[in-house]
């Protein structure tokens, strides 16, 4: 029973295709007995083996391979060049031109053979991936190497297979045949149901014409799968949606042949037609029975017509059908004997009318068939009935000769791809013969029956007698009998009367199996499928009754017998034309094609473009700051200019009073605007006091300068003239220039009248000038062209007095006379001297120093005054510098200093130092130290009692001299300076080590413990000392100790050295395993044949890159990481750690992705200069054969590339404001910026989506982190919402705000910990990470935040006392605790905690908790008996919150298991003569203050300058010897932690101690 596989609709739409796809599916694997319509590709033709026959399979091999491995590679490996043998034996030679077939064979029957060929073989699908074969040209080949370089090869791509053959010898190769074996009208129809179903006209049974009379078929506008050859004419594909659509693939080849296929298009409708008439049947039934008519018209054709004017016989009679006989096409019959007919093909096509007038193509006769190749449809379609007249001028126009020799058209023009515009059939023939696999001529001979030739004479005796020269070539090509080529040497055996005994046992053998062998043969009449007059008038139908029928053509016009031409039976014209190639236009040259052309600008361009990226978001970052910048300037510039409205612009009179209530006198104001420097201006209020002082404050009064003009006999002023006229210039001698900027013109006269009249009164006058405003900024001398001037003058004055070399005219090139005066000329403020020393000019150090060194008292100190003081204070002995500094408070200059007087001395020390002693306690300091030396009774001290007081500490005032802070980098370096100091320390036997002036009590410092005096018990203190330590170290040579060095850092970094080995290890395994995959493993896929180790390499870190990238968001889990701190396995994961290996990651990634894109950019360059048929290997991408994807078709044609410029840009913009300075100068946007990584994931899946390489794997590494991730980030959304009261705020100083607020219900965490927390105010999604300073046994949380940015400055701006006034405050979001390195201080037997500046706030809660457990008697639940803190700040004023927790902590600690030292930087240095003189207050103020610091008024030791941390570490390690891990925790800046773990690494080094270090960097 016939099962009907279509729809009711005969035109089915591209959405149907599916649907009859699965139906056929179904149909074929239905029940075979039951089909009596043949089906389109030939399955179950025999019922036996179903697939016998079909398309899609093997070729039959009837012979036994002769690969040369056995399995798949060529065979013929020592044969001569393919296209030596073509241009040697087969190339037809100048006087060979004119060589009619001597059985006048048509022109028709030579390209009807073709059809035969293409209805039976279609073999001409390469492999995929495309194995590239070279056939080496001959030097000088007149075709393909006209240079002569002897390098040259044509390309031969090596014919598609079955991919279950050539594994093994056992199945060598087999090449699959993508047509029918059968004679099933595959030429007409195609081998498939679908491409049938398109060819068929929509509700009819005809096939769909695209023109009213059915003349020609419809366009192909659904896009029916064509061969796409280029038009070697023009050099470019036709678009195939403008094809007809006929069954064959290869019909467009040539014009004869595509007239052929529109032959059988009409024959098809007029058979239809025909059918119809007689009886009317339905659609599918009329169309399957003109099918049944047309396969029984080729088959009669091609078996009674055409084989026999092939072979000059027919074959045996027809004795019915026989299921045994495999009807397969043979791979010796495709690629040798049916290669026979190229003999017969001439250069060009006749074309006539039925008057016999032949067409003209213009100065040449006929069509040329070179220049014709896949533009057949262009020249059919020149004038209506081409198509007849064609056909006419094949069917009396003769066939070329049967020989070995070929015309131009096939040898050496045929087509080739773009790339190789000409091509040589012959040679890409013989090529086939060795791809496959087939044995040598007389081989294949033996293995077919046949007898093996013995002799060169004996293959062609006719040819030996007419042209043994041929012959004899052959020989000398091959060598020997045993090596010829199967084509050649069959081609060879052709004589006049057609092919050879070889050829033709093959052809007879297979026409035989063929009709044999197929149940739908039209003789059969088991299959009942036509009656038996049917069978007979088939049997006599000729291919002259179906151009007759299916054409214009009349009867009359030719032959009956349309495969030869005789005169008798010729029709209308009795004369058969031969069409020589001297009379067809030339072939057009040999061309190649870059197809890269066209994508050069493009990839140049994008490329530079992914360059610039990265530059281009720094730009962004650059512009955001700016913009940043601008919107602050401005508001700044709103709040000036409304205070400016709200002061007024008017001048003032006003009375003003000094620090004590006294009238100072009558003074005069305005409001302006001082110019600094070019665009940097600031709002000031100028006051002109009567004594001829110029005095300049800001908004609030701070004052900003003074200028002095009591003794300025003339002042020189300048006056803008153009613009507003409102700028005044006040040239001041000695210092730089003031330049002001009134409100308007009224202001300035205003002004200069009120100074004029001032200066009046003191006797002094004022010049007047003007100028314009561009010429007053250009000559102001402004503060910045001073500091200029005084940077040249230190380093002179410095060179002088430390001897060093340095010549200040070597600062430039050229330098004027007048600018070294201009050194030498400089004189010092008061305001510039107390710069360099880095002090208040109003402090009263500074004005008796001052006073000291101005000898001539005129308010400045010369090049020469300062130079002396320099020299003394740095030469000179320690009586000298005593001498100085007791004549500094001499003021009465009687040679003694009374009680007022030193104690003033003592007070502008301490209040350089900002202590915080009251009158009364300075008095009892100094008091003290009178009493010690008995000057009690004295009113006054002279030098020698000045003397006495300091004798014990002579040794700290030897080298002591005045530290230039405001100016060291204008001092020159000194190696002899250095050697001095040491040359005097060791002459007073003394160290400059702070660590000497510590106190030595129980509750000592770091510094203060000696290991004498330690018991071996851990953390008990003994009170005796013993003396005479000796520390002695073993000697090593440089290999033990470079060893032992190795040796610590690995212990103190063995963790670390794991994970990140173990890290890096991962990522060069994935890296290296997907290299080794796509190199060796894949090899086959021709990933690599096209991309090289482009493909590999990135592949091999997409997989790196895909593992980094998942893992990042393991590093970002925080409530599940401060959860695991809790665990065991922080015992072996150091999660301290996790910030720094998350940017380890990063980087790595970066690596991975910019390795991965560059890699890209050679992998698309290779892919943008590849034949489009090379990209087979693509499994989920389909390329139209005609269409050539370039570089911006990989880059943005598909999902793959567009998804990866995006995910580029996305990580350019994530790294680049992730960097320091972005996230410095843009915090929000490096915030925002981040949050795009949720946009990289989702890229990153749609970009493997494709599978254009793979199967996605990103999903392997993604899924489990970014579950965890999600559960991690819903926990902390659950407490995000959760608002905060705020119990108590407060701005203390140093910007620092305090924030106490109720601790929410189940919140559970330990000291050191971290939380984040969003103000309703600043926007409830922007949260910030602080340190909880408060511990874990209070009630409410507390924190101590720094404003140091816009959202910490504008937070702290919340609770300023004027704006808050009666509000309410704001509510806190609150997120966490999350762990830090510091909560682990309590796992240490000894921990040091190292903390800076803002850095100290995780160990104010350490602290507190520490002592409350210790207050408890709770100590014993952990194991730190012993905590050591040190505090490095600026000034103890800048946090004195802390100061007030260690008072708290001292007072409880009774035990001093809480160590404390506390650093101040923003000092001198301990050989600066202030510091040995505050050291002196120390010691005495300790002696009468219970031992509290004259600084912090704590217990604790107060040092000036930086910790010396590895002697600190040293001296810890002495007091605790037997504890073998120190645990060191730091916070604060990158320089801090690098120096405690400098010190760490090296006390590790130098003790039997391990210092464990743990940081936070902010």
């Known amino acids: ?76 490996r020592g044969r001569p060049s393919a296209r030596l043998i073509s241009e040697q034996l087969f190339k037809k030679l100048r006087n060979e031109t004119f060589t009619p077939n001597s059985r006048n064979l048509t022109a028709l029957f030579a390209f009807f053979s073709q059809l035969v060929a293409m209805e039976l073989i279609d073999t001409d699908d390469t492999t995929c991936p495309v194995e590239l074969l070279s056939i080496p040209v001959p030097k000088c080949d007149p075709e393909f190497d006209t240079a002569c370089t002897g390098t040259q090869h044509l390309p031969y791509e090596r014919i598609s297979y079955d991919k279950r053959t050539g594994q093994s010898p056992n199945v060598p190769r087999k090449q699959v045949n993508k047509a029918t074996s059968y004679i099933d009208g595959s030429f007409v129809y195609g081998n498939n149901l679908i491409r049938a179903l398109y060819l068929q006209g929509n509700r009819s049974p005809k096939l769909a014409s695209g023109d009213a009379w059915s003349k020609y078929p419809q366009k192909n506008e659904e896009g029916l799968a064509f061969v796409a050859n280029p038009d070697p004419v023009e050099h470019a594909y036709h678009d195939q949606y403008k094809y007809w659509k006929l069954g064959d693939k290869h019909v467009q080849e040539n014009p004869a042949l595509l007239s052929l296929g529109v032959l059988f298009f009409r024959w098809h409708n007029y058979l239809v037609d025909k059918l119809d008439s007689k009886k009317h049947h339905g659609f599918d039934e009329t169309f399957s029975l003109a099918r049944q008519w047309v396969i029984a018209s080729l088959q009669s054709v091609i078996m009674y017509e055409w084989l026999p004017e092939l072979l000059g016989e027919s074959l045996p009679k027809y004795t019915g059908y026989k299921s045994d006989i495999y009807p397969d096409v043979t791979s010796i019959f495709d690629a040798a004997a049916m290669r026979y007919i190229l003999t017969l093909i001439p250069a060009g096509i006749y074309q006539r009318n039925s008057r016999c007038e032949y067409a003209i193509q213009g100065k040449y006769e006929g069509v040329r068939l070179c220049n014709s190749y896949w533009r057949s449809q262009d020249i059919l379609m020149e004038r209506e009935d081409e198509v007849e007249e064609t056909l006419m001028g094949l069917a009396t126009q003769v066939a070329e000769a049967e020989d070995v020799k070929m015309v131009e058209d096939i040898q050496s023009k045929y087509y080739g791809p773009l790339h190789f515009s000409r091509h040589d059939l012959i040679s890409q023939t013989i090529m086939r013969g060795r791809d496959y696999g087939l044995p040598d001529y007389n081989t294949v001979r033996v293995q ?72 739908f043969w039209f003789e059969n009449t088991e299959n009942r499928q036509f009656t038996d007059e049917e069978i007979r008038q088939i049997r006599t139908l000729k291919l002259s009754d179906i151009i007759v029928n299916a054409s214009k053509v009349d009867a009359s016009d030719i032959q009956e017998n349309v495969f030869t031409f005789t005169a008798e039976g010729s029709g209308k014209c009795s004369e058969a034309k031969y069409l020589p190639e001297q009379v067809l236009e030339p072939c057009t040259p040999h061309q190649g094609y870059d197809y890269f052309a066209g994508s050069e600008a493009s990839y140049i361009i994008i490329w530079v473009s992914f360059g610039l990226i990265p530059f281009l978001c720094f730009f962004v970052v650059f512009l955001l700051s700016k913009c940043k910048q601008w919107r602050y300037n401005r508001t700044v510039q709103l709040l000036q200019k409304n205070l400016k409205e709200t002061l007024g612009n008017q001048a003032g009179f006003e009375t003003f009073y000094d620090d004590i209530g006294k009238i100072k006198g009558p003074q005069t104001q305005f409001k302006g605007t001082e110019w600094l420097w070019d665009e940097e201006t600031r709002l000031v209020i100028i006051r002109i006091h009567h004594e001829c002082v110029l005095d300049i404050v800001n908004l609030k009064g701070k004052p900003l300068r003074t200028v002095n003009m009591k003794d300025m006999k003339h002042v020189q002023c300048t006056l803008s003239s153009n613009k507003k006229r409102n700028v005044v210039l006040i040239r001041v001698s000695k210092e730089y220039d003031v330049v002001i900027e009134l409100s308007n013109e009224s202001q300035r006269r205003i002004f200069v009248e009120t100074l004029q009249h001032t200066l009046a009164n003191a006797g002094a006058s004022i010049d007047y000038q003007e100028a314009k405003l561009k010429n007053i900024y250009k000559k102001a001398f402004t503060q910045k062209k001073r500091n200029q001037l005084l940077e040249k003058f230190f380093k002179t004055v410095f060179s002088e007095a430390f001897q060093m070399d340095y010549d200040p005219t070597l600062d430039q090139d050229e330098i004027e006379m007048r600018q070294a005066r201009d050194i030498l000329e400089t004189e010092l403020t008061k305001e510039e001297f107390a710069s360099a020393l880095a002090v208040k000019p109003n402090t009263d150090f500074v004005e008796n120093m001052f006073a000291l060194m101005d000898t001539d008292h005129n308010g400045y100190i010369s090049f020469r005054e300062f130079l002396n003081a320099i020299v003394m204070l740095s030469k000179g002995s320690g009586q000298n510098k005593l001498q100085t500094l007791f004549r500094m408070f001499d003021h009465d200059g009687n040679g003694t200093l009374d009680r007022d007087e030193l104690l003033k001395l003592f007070s502008s020390l301490l209040e350089m130092a900002n202590s915080s002693l009251t009158r009364k306690e300075t008095e009892d300091l100094v008091d003290s130290m009178c009493k010690q030396h008995g000057l009690t009774s004295h009113d006054a001290i002279n030098f ?208 991975f992705t910019a390795l991965h894109v560059v890699g890209y950019g050679f992998n698309f360059y290779q892919l943008a200069t590849q034949p489009t048929k090379y990209f087979c290997i693509f499994d989920t991408v389909v390329f139209r054969a005609d269409i050539l994807p370039t570089f911006n078709f990989w880059f943005f044609g598909n999902v793959t590339g567009f998804t990866g410029l995006l995910l580029v840009i996305v990580i350019c913009i994530i790294y680049v404001f992730a960097t320091q300075t972005a996230r410095r100068l843009v915090f929000n946007a490096f915030w925002l910026s981040h949050k795009l990584i949720a946009i990289l994931y989702v890229l990153t899946i749609l970009h493997g989506a494709s599978m254009i390489v793979q199967k996605p794997m990103f999903y392997l590494y993604f899924v489990g982190p970014a579950i965890i991730f999600t559960i991690d980030k819903v926990i902390s959304l659950s407490r995000k919402r959760m608002e905060i009261a705020i119990v108590r705020a407060e701005n203390l100083a140093s910007d620092i705000t305090f924030i106490e607020f109720k601790r929410p219900p189940r ?81 240490y037997d000894v921990s040091v905690l190292v903390g800076a500046g803002i850095g100290v706030t995780p160990y104010a809660s350490i602290l507190k908790d520490f002592v409350h457990m210790a207050t408890i008697k709770s100590t014993y639940k952990i194991r730190c008996q012993k905590l050591y803190f040190i505090w490095v700040t600026g000034s103890q004023r800048h946090f004195e919150w802390l100061l007030d927790i260690l008072q708290e902590v001292e007072a409880i600690d009774q035990k001093g298991i809480v160590s404390t030292d506390i650093f101040i930087t923003q000092f001198f240095q301990n050989f600066d003569l202030r510091t040995a003189m505050l050291y002196i207050c120390e010691e005495h103020f300790q002696k009468v203050s219970g031992g509290r610091s004259v600084f912090t008024n704590l217990k604790a030791s107060t040092h000036f300058g930086r910790p010396h941390l590895g002697s600190m570490f040293k001296t810890v390690h002495r007091a605790h010897p037997m504890v073998r891990k120190v645990g060191v925790f730091s916070c604060g800046p990158p320089g801090v932690t690098k120096s405690v773990e400098r010190a760490c690494v090296e006390s590790s080094r130098t003790t039997k101690a391990l210092f464990e270090h743990h940081f936070e960097n902010f």
């Open 448 to 519: 077919i029956g046949l007898e093996r030739i013995t002799s060169w004479d004996d293959i062609n005796p006719w040819l030996n007698q007419t042209n043994p020269n041929l012959l004899q070539t052959l020989r000398y090509l091959y060598g020997t009998l045993d090596n010829i080529d199967v084509f050649v040497g069959g081609m060879f055996e052709t004589t006049p009367e057609g092919p050879g005994e070889l050829f033709r046992t093959v052809i007879v053998d297979q026409f035989t199996r063929i009709r044999d062998g197929d149940r």
């Open 944 to 1151: 020698d009692d000045f003397c006495t007081i300091l004798s014990p500490h002579m040794d700290k005032i030897w080298n002591a001299g005045l530290e230039w802070k405001g100016c060291r980098n204008y001092i020159p370096t000194s190696g002899d300076d250095r050697k001095r100091s040491a040359e005097a320390r060791k002459r007073t036997g003394q160290s400059s080590d702070v660590t000497r002036f510590l106190k030595s009590d129980s509750q000592a410092s770091i510094s203060s413990i000696d290991s004498s005096s330690m018991d071996t018990n851990l953390g008990t203190n003994v009170g005796t000392k013993r003396t005479g330590f000796i520390a002695i170290r073993e000697t090593y040579t440089p290999l033990k100790a470079k060893m032992r060095r190795l040796k610590h850092f690995v212990e103190n970094n063995r963790q670390h050295i794991f994970y990140l080995v173990l890290f890096f290890g991962i990522c060069l395994g994935l890296f290296a395993e997907r290299f080794y995959y796509y190199t060796v493993e894949r090899e086959h896929s021709g990933l690599r044949a096209i991309m090289s180790y482009g493909i590999s390499t990135t592949r091999g870190a997409a997989a790196a890159m895909s593992f980094c990238f998942s893992l990042l968001l393991l590093t970002m889990v925080r409530n599940t990481i401060t959860f695991l701190r809790g665990t065991f396995l922080n015992l072996y994961v150091p999660f301290d750690s996790v910030v720094s290996f998350h940017k380890v990651v990063a980087w790595a990634a970066l690596f």
């Open 1 to 76: 029973m016939y099962v009907n596989c279509r729809n009711q609709k005969t035109m089915i739409t591209m959405q149907q295709t599916c649907l009859l796809i699965s139906i056929c599916v179904l149909i074929s694997f239905g029940p075979v007995t039951g089909f009596s319509q043949q089906r389109f590709d030939g399955y179950f033709n025999n019922l036996i083996i179903p697939s016998q026959g079909s398309a899609g399979k093997p070729l039959k091999q009837n012979i036994t391979t002769d690969y040369s491995d056995y399995t798949y590679k060529v065979s013929g």
């Open 1307 to 1387: 919140f559970e965490y330990k000291s050191g910990q971290w939380v984040r927390i969003a103000c309703s105010s600043q926007g409830q999604n922007e949260y910030h990470p602080f340190t909880l300073t408060s511990a874990p046994h209070e009630d409410t949380l507390s924190l101590h935040i720094r404003a140091v940015g816009p959202w910490t400055h504008a937070f702290r701006s919340l609770f300023d006392q004027d704006c808050l006034k009666e509000s309410p405050y704001p509510k806190l979001f609150l997120d966490g605790p999350y762990g830090a390195g510091q909560q682990d201080w309590y796992t």
